[in-house]
């Protein structure tokens, strides 16, 4: 039975990665040094692994490792101090040991001792006579153990291991991943997977709380037990801030590896210690060997953990459908980003609002449209939200506001006074300075400020209730209309409702779909629209499609409407035209 704390030694002595590595110049001249002060023709730099003695540096020793069994290196590891056996066949222990055997009479070895105090193996010197060891050869002894130790030390970290976990880092696990494939079949199905620790949301929160040494401790903690989980034969990567990585055992495939994922699963959600302060998700990519730069074998296995995040299960194991779609999401935002120094690409457009009582068109809400050059017609429901996840809200937002007003300008010079409502975003909110960049573009184009309303939904403003209440408050002040959207799928209530400056209420287009043949929805948009103007509030209703509808919203005593009953999103230039041939429509009948 291994004890603990030879497994915690072995676990130091692997975090080094020293196994089985190719000599290096820098430890054999420590060993030549060893020999030449105790002139004595076998040295060697040894490391006690759970079976052997392995020589990353050797002199005078024809085999690369020896039992550990009888030898004296593996006492020096375990008790971290120097060990001296000036007669093998006269030692009770060690005379029948295999390096008695083969005629070794005399060693010397000093302790290779990490930072924790975890002895990796000894810096030896062997001799096939019997002597002593002064005490001047010892102290140098000592002090190439050291050398040697730093080296370590130093190999370790120059710019490959993680400070925090001691793991490799992620250069390492491509470097690792491309000589991987070079040295296997070309083809060969292999499993890579990621483990992360903690959402980006809740490492903020415990930054925030707790400070960033608790995000260190559970990364230290998940790379430990990560390394215990997966065992010696496989190699552990601090690859992310707080994710890890691995291989597959050889041989698996997706079931069999979520069946042992499942298996698992108790032990990997509490990774991170007993007190996990983060949930653990997993990403499982397949992939086969030379198919895929190393990079994108990272890249899908950390997709797949995020979608497994997103639908709140353990793990997921990597779509191409999935992957597809957020590629074509990194490009849409990409090319979206650089679209905006040179918008030729986008428009917008506008649907008219139309006055319940009258007919008459009274307003229009601009809405923006991309022509990607390669993709083509990109809708809004995927670039917007995009977007706001981003910061190119602000830039967004200042575009539409200068090409709405500029073409208000336009209309109003046209005799046609209409008001343009234009969509904002939470981030607009917390713009300090917005509400006078919003002046200052009516300023320039002689636009009065009643004629631009501003559309805001309730989640929007719930993100920061206060600062919301006075940037909407510096908006109303400086004369600009302002409008709750999609009104009735948020935080609805009388309590924000009743503080908000705003004017007008926007019903959202999900009521509209059954209100003619379902009385308990029709009850529902009557009461919001009651309670509305009862605040004083102006109502449109949106997404109105057929005249059924639009006959009980007659029964509501909502203002106005909006929807492909009367017009889809049209251009500019036929705006006008829309407006004219409504005007006469109305006239004759």
């Not at 975090?15 to 420590?30: H, K, M, Q, V, Y």
């Not at 008790?79 to 040991?97: G, K, M, R």
């Not at 319940?356 to 017609?377: D, F, I, K, N, Q």
């Amino acid at each position: 039975m291994v004890s603990a704390a030879e497994t915690e030694r072995l676990d130091a002595l692997r975090r080094f990665d020293l196994l089985d590595t190719p000599p290096g110049e820098s430890f054999d001249r420590i060993t030549r040094m060893a020999s030449q002060i105790f002139g004595l023709s076998i040295a060697a730099v040894s490391l006690t692994d759970s079976d052997r003695q392995w020589f990353k540096s050797r002199i005078g020793v024809e085999h690369w490792s020896v039992t550990r069994q009888k030898a004296p290196c593996s006492q020096v590891a375990e008790s971290c101090d120097l060990v001296v056996i000036e007669d093998f066949l006269t030692d009770p222990y060690y005379h029948d040991s295999a390096l008695a055997k083969a005629g070794v009479r005399f060693y010397a070895g000093a302790p290779l001792v990490t930072r924790d105090g975890f002895g990796l193996g000894a810096m030896c010197v062997l001799g096939t006579s019997p002597r002593q060891a002064q005490p001047s050869e010892l102290a140098a002894l000592r002090d190439l153990a050291a050398m040697v130790m730093s080296q370590i030390e130093l190999q370790h970290a120059f710019g490959r291991i993680d400070p925090i976990s001691e793991l490799p880092n992620r250069t390492q696990f491509i470097d690792d991943l491309s000589d991987f494939a070079r040295d296997h079949t070309s083809g060969e199905r292999r499993i890579a997977v990621l483990v992360d620790l903690i959402s980006v949301d809740q490492m903020n929160h415990v930054v925030r709380v707790m400070g960033q040494a608790a995000i260190d401790s559970m990364v230290k903690a998940a790379a430990r037990n990560f390394r215990l989980l997966i065992g010696p034969q496989r190699k552990a990567y601090h690859v992310g801030a707080t994710q890890l990585a691995a291989l597959a055992p050889d041989g698996m495939d997706e079931v069999a590896y979520s069946d042992l994922l499942t298996v698992r699963a108790e032990r990997l959600r509490k990774l991170g210690g007993p007190d996990a302060i983060g949930t653990t998700v997993i990403g499982v990519a397949p992939f086969a060997l030379g198919d895929l730069p190393p990079t994108d074998v990272l890249r899908i296995a950390q997709g797949a953990a995020q979608d497994a995040r997103s639908k709140g299960k353990l793990f997921q194991i990597h779509s191409n459908t999935l992957d597809n779609a957020s590629q074509r999401s990194f490009t849409l935002l990409r090319d979206f980003e650089a679209a905006l120094q040179s918008p030729s690409g986008f428009r917008l457009v506008y649907q008219p609002r139309v006055d319940l009582t009258s007919g008459r068109c009274v307003g229009a809400e601009a809405l923006m449209r991309w022509m990607h050059p390669t993709l083509g017609p990109i809708s809004p429901g995927e670039f917007i939200p995009l977007v706001e996840r981003m910061a190119l809200a602000t830039p967004t937002t200042a575009w539409v506001l200068e090409t709405a007003v500029s073409q208000m300008a336009r209309w109003h010079a046209a005799g046609m006074e209409l008001i343009v409502s234009v969509n904002i975003s939470s981030t607009n909110l917390h713009e300090p300075d917005f509400a006078s960049r919003v002046s200052q573009v009516l300023a320039r184009h002689g636009v009065s400020p009643e004629f631009l309303e501003l559309e805001i939904t309730e989640t929007a403003v719930m993100n920061d209730a206060e600062q919301a209440l006075r940037q909407l408050k510096d908006l109303a002040a400086a004369g600009i209309r302002l409008a709750i959207d999609d009104f009735g799928t948020g935080y609805s209530s009388l309590s924000y409702l009743q503080r908000l400056p705003v004017h007008v209420v926007k019903i959202d287009r999900s009521f509209m779909g059954d209100l003619d043949t379902d009385p308990r929805q029709l009850s529902l948009v009557t009461m919001m629209v009651l309670m509305a103007k009862h605040l004083g509030h102006r109502v449109v209703a949106e997404g109105v499609e057929t005249q059924e509808v639009l006959d009980q919203l007659r029964l509501t005593a909502c203002d106005e409407v909006q929807g492909y009953f009367f017009a889809r999103p049209i251009p500019a230039d036929e705006f006008i035209k829309w407006t004219e041939t409504r005007a006469s429509n109305l006239a004759v009948g």
